[in-house]
Every structure is written in structure tokens, then in C-alpha cells.
């Protein structure tokens, strides 16, 4: 059974940093590509960051990049989103995914979702 597990979401104030990490289960975690996703209550669902399954590439939207970080262990079988400078724009339930291909990104799985708050 694929799982995926998000954890490391919270309250920080704006300026702070955040890691969060997604632990997978059930498939050959090297193989796939991983991907973040947020969603704030009352809004769209969207791209924050994607990475290879080896990765070696990553892809950021426009509104984290330069301040957020994605990577993944394959050896743990966990990636990581490294969140720094944040802002309350940034508060949203935070989800990641994994798929075959890297881009366009493939999301054939989900976690749950952690929400993290960024208060002002």
C-alpha cells in the first residue's frame, strides 16, 4: 500500500523557517518523482516545488522560489521542503506527491496533508 506522510507543519512567525519532510512507503521511492502542493481555505490548489526521482532537478513556483528548497533521500525514503523567509501567504495545508514523471509532473499519490501558519 503507497503511503505518503507529511510532518514538520506548525506556527512560525513570518521571517522563520520550516522544514517539512514526507515519509513514503510501499514503492520504490528512487524511481518516482515527488512534488509539493499547498492549499490555503477558500483558495485554488498550488505548485510549490517538484524534484526528480534521482533528484538532481528541481522545479519551483514562482511565488516560493528563492525561498523555498526541495530534496529527498532516497536512501531514507523521504524528501524534504525546506521553507526559509516565509510569509503569511504562505499558511496553507501543505501536501506532497509522487508519480512517474517528473515534467509535467506526475501526482499518482498523496499524503494527508500538514498545515503550517504563518502568523504576522
Do not use: H
Not at 522544514?19 to 490548489?45: D, I, V
Not at 533528484?55 to 528548497?69: A, P, Q
Not at 512517474?100 to 504563518?118: H, I, K, N
Amino acid at each position: 500500500q503507497v503511503q505518503l506522510v507529511e510532518s514538520g507543519g506548525g506556527l512560525v512567525q513570518a521571517g522563520g523557517s520550516l522544514r517539512l519532510a514526507c515519509a513514503a512507503s510501499g514503492y520504490t521511492f528512487s524511481n518516482y518523482a515527488m512534488g509539493w502542493f499547498r492549499q490555503a481555505p477558500g483558495k485554488e490548489r498550488e505548485f510549490v516545488a517538484a524534484i526528480s526521482s534521482n533528484g538532481d532537478n528541481t522545479y519551483y513556483g514562482d511565488s516560493v522560489k528563492g525561498r523555498f528548497t526541495i530534496s529527498k533521500d532516497n536512501a531514507k525514503n523521504t524528501g524534504y521542503l525546506q521553507m526559509n523567509r516565509l510569509k503569511p501567504e504562505d499558511t496553507a495545508v501543505y501536501y506532497c506527491t509522487a508519480g512517474r514523471r517528473f515534467l509535467p509532473l506526475e501526482s499518482d499519490y498523496w499524503g494527508q496533508g500538514t498545515q503550517v501558519t504563518v502568523s504576522s
